[in-house]
């Protein structure tokens, strides 16, 4: 099991690892004068330089990724199973969920701290629940309704409730539907915590380390941070990831892991 699992993540591993090398060797030969993007060994040296600072950002911003995470999660399939069960909820809450996600974050931040407060972490969990929700909804919808009409049929003839039907047939094709949107919204997720930062919430999170350091052209600094954001990211993906295989352990290695 683990060598198929290291089988199918080695191709990407050594993808990105060329990708660093020759990030790291091209500027040592060009060697710029005055970029603005440090070396690979520069980030991780800064990183561990700084990993008390940046290890306390990360917890204040996790915590704002997982709750708002969390959030997005709940309503999304709440939303996807009302709309999948009744006609009226499909005609309704569909347009408002599309409607919702043509907001740019952008636009909805300044407005969400005015109403919540600008250190409030709640402005910043809306716009995280905001991004997860959509792609969570969508994929779980289309998981819930496209199932075979003669499944329905053969669960019909044993006299089965629609609770039943849903309960036995719609939820699990649902599944693998539910987690492809987990894992693009475990990394949408991150970047929403960390933009919204960017307007407001608290000034020792990864958001405002960022714009810090850069702001003071320690740009090393702030890649450190950067790194930092995308390590939990990964992080996050490979937790679905690991959920994924647990929830559905009939599925085979290669189909969990989306390669």
């Known amino acids: 099991m683990i060598a198929k699992a290291f089988r199918g993540f080695a191709p990407a591993a050594v993808v990105g690892i060329g990708g660093l090398l020759v990030w790291e060797f091209s500027l040592r ?31 204040h911003t996790g915590f704002i990724v997982i709750t708002g995470l969390i959030g997005g999660i709940v309503l999304g399939v709440a939303w996807a199973l ?32 005015a109403w919540y407060g600008l250190l409030s972490p709640v402005s910043n969990q809306a716009i995280v629940v905001i991004l997860v929700f959509f792609p969570v909804f969508i994929n779980t919808t289309k998981g819930l309704t496209d199932v075979s009409p003669t499944e329905i049929e053969l ?37 929403g915590a960390i933009v919204a930062e960017y307007f407001g919430g ?37 937790l679905t990831g690991a959920f994924e295989r647990v929830s559905m352990p009939w599925r085979s290695d290669r189909e969990t892991i989306g390669v």
Not at 31 to 59: C, H, M, Q, R, Y
Not at 84 to 94: I, M, P, V, Y
Not at 208 to 223: D, F, K, M, S
């Open 29 to 59: 030969i060009i060697n710029p004068d005055g970029f603005v993007l440090p070396a690979p060994s520069e980030i991780l040296a800064a990183f561990f330089e700084n990993l008390d600072v940046i290890w306390i950002a990360t917890k």
């Open 82 to 113: 009302l709309v999948s069960r009744f006609r009226l909820a499909n005609e309704t809450l569909t347009p408002l969920a599309i409607s919702l996600n043509a907001i740019p974050i952008i636009a909805l931040a300044p407005i969400f701290n």
């Open 155 to 191: 669960m019909r003839s044993y006299a089965a409730s629609s609770w039943q039907v849903t309960q036995k047939v719609r939820i699990p094709n649902a599944k693998p539907y539910f987690f492809t949107s987990l894992k693009i919204a475990s990394s949408l997720a991150v970047i």
């Open 202 to 238: 608290r000034q020792d999170a990864l958001g405002p380390l960022i714009v810090q350091n850069a702001g003071l052209a320690r740009y090393t600094e702030a890649w450190a941070a950067v790194l930092a954001g995308s390590l939990m990211g990964i992080g996050l993906y490979l």
